[in-house]
């Protein structure tokens, strides 16, 4: 096992990051290696599901592997502790909320500039490097531009557009781009993580190449029902009334597994951070402590409002992907294409749908599942957007 083998069907890329892994321990030792062989930032782009965090990670930790057998061996200290995120030398920048703020790039940049504790080099991941605000940018340009000896960045965005990255910063990495991986070898994944062959071919295909996601519909029987009352809506929408009940649901849903997922994490923090300010303390100084707990405890709450923001953004899409799937489905057999469908557990939904539209109005309804998602993107209101949507979605 390396460190490379949940990359699935990104050849190519793996060999770029495996040259530059050795090239960077051949500098580390003194020897000469050749120009541009290893560069001080990365951009790594790919669709959703493609790996970009993952060949991020593996990269970082093929750079601090320290075994003899090459760099990425996967099973020495340097590769284990940055795979399981707690070597001190690779900081990984994750966004809760909706973006990445200039205070938390410039305390990340800052201690990027020290030189390495343990491994050969300071790395800098950054996750979602499209949710970095113009100022965040700005502070990461200012790095970039002058990078420290031993410190690489590592970004993972979308694309290259400027929408996504700027372009100054664009114009500073070395661009590493993935692509979807097969379902076939993402059925693989699976079934090494102890996955029934059935299940895993089923659920590689319904996660479209998205290997989280595959992953979480074989395991998760909450996430299939979610998926298969998203799938059942299409052929629903038969009445005004039926469109409006549907966009209420699709919301409602996406809050409701938003809600889930940060009930938790929010009381565990809330709890933490009253403890650390020395909540229900008394004598000297317990006046003016719970004065400036109470600022701290607003600050928490606003960066969990955020993510709670973001989580049900995350959950909608998903919906709204599974959609979009579906119209595509449509679409195949309205052209007799030969094409696999992301959705053959709902062949009879897909049929009954390319039976009432004509081709022109399957693609207007994809259309419109696609503008909501970029309404969203827009901070347009869920279900303004999600109503909009499903109007459109009406069959005649």
Not at 103 to 131: C, F, K, N, T
Not at 170 to 194: F, H, K, T, W
Not at 279 to 284: D, N, Y
Request: charged share 25%.
């Amino acid at each position: 096992m390396s460190v490379w083998d949940d990359l699935v069907g990104q050849g190519p890329a793996v060999a770029v990051l495996r040259e530059a892994a050795l090239a960077a321990r051949e500098r580390h030792e003194g020897r000469e290696v050749s120009p541009g062989a290893l560069t001080h930032a990365w951009l790594f782009t790919g669709p959703p599901g493609s790996g970009r965090s993952v060949a991020a990670r593996a990269f970082a930790a093929a750079l601090q592997c320290d075994s003899p057998d090459g760099p990425g061996c996967g099973h020495c200290s340097g590769c284990h502790t940055t795979l399981t995120r707690s070597h001190p030398d690779v900081r990984s920048v994750v966004p809760e909320g909706l973006s990445i703020s200039v205070s938390e790039m410039r305390a990340v940049v800052a201690a990027a500039a020290r030189l390495p504790a343990l491994g050969r080099w300071q790395v800098v991941l950054i996750e979602d490097a499209d949710r970095l605000t113009e100022q965040a940018s700005n502070a990461l340009l200012k790095a970039v531009e002058e990078p420290p000896e031993r410190t690489l960045f590592l970004l993972c965005a979308p694309s290259t557009h400027p929408d996504d990255v700027s372009v100054t910063i664009r114009s500073r990495c070395r661009l590493v781009s993935l692509r979807i991986p097969p379902a076939d070898a993402v059925a693989g994944i699976l079934q090494r993580s102890g996955i029934d062959a059935a299940t895993a071919e089923w659920a590689a295909a319904a996660g479209q190449g998205h290997v989280g996601r595959a992953r979480r519909l074989a395991r998760d029987e909450a996430a299939r029902e979610r998926r298969a009352e998203v799938l059942a809506i299409p052929a629903s929408l038969t009445s005004m009334q039926a469109c409006i009940d549907a966009a209420d649901h699709l919301v409602s849903a996406a809050e409701a597994e938003a809600a889930v997922q940060i009930l938790e994490l929010n009381a565990g923090e809330t709890e933490a951070l009253q403890t650390a300010l020395g909540a229900g303390g008394t004598g000297k100084g317990a006046a003016a402590a719970a004065r400036g707990m109470t600022a701290a405890v607003r600050e928490l709450e606003r960066r969990q409002k955020s993510r709670a923001t973001r989580t049900q953004r995350d959950a909608l899409d998903r919906a709204l992907v599974d959609l979009a799937a579906f119209y595509r489905d449509v679409l195949l057999v309205q052209s007799g294409s030969a094409v696999a469908p992301a959705h053959p557990d709902f062949a009879a939904d897909v049929h009954a749908v390319a039976r009432r539209l004509p081709q022109t109005g399957t693609l207007q309804r994809l259309d419109a599942v696609l503008a909501c998602r970029e309404a969203l993107e827009l901070n347009v209101k869920p279900r303004v957007a999600v109503e909009a949507m499903t109007a459109a979605l009406r069959l005649p």
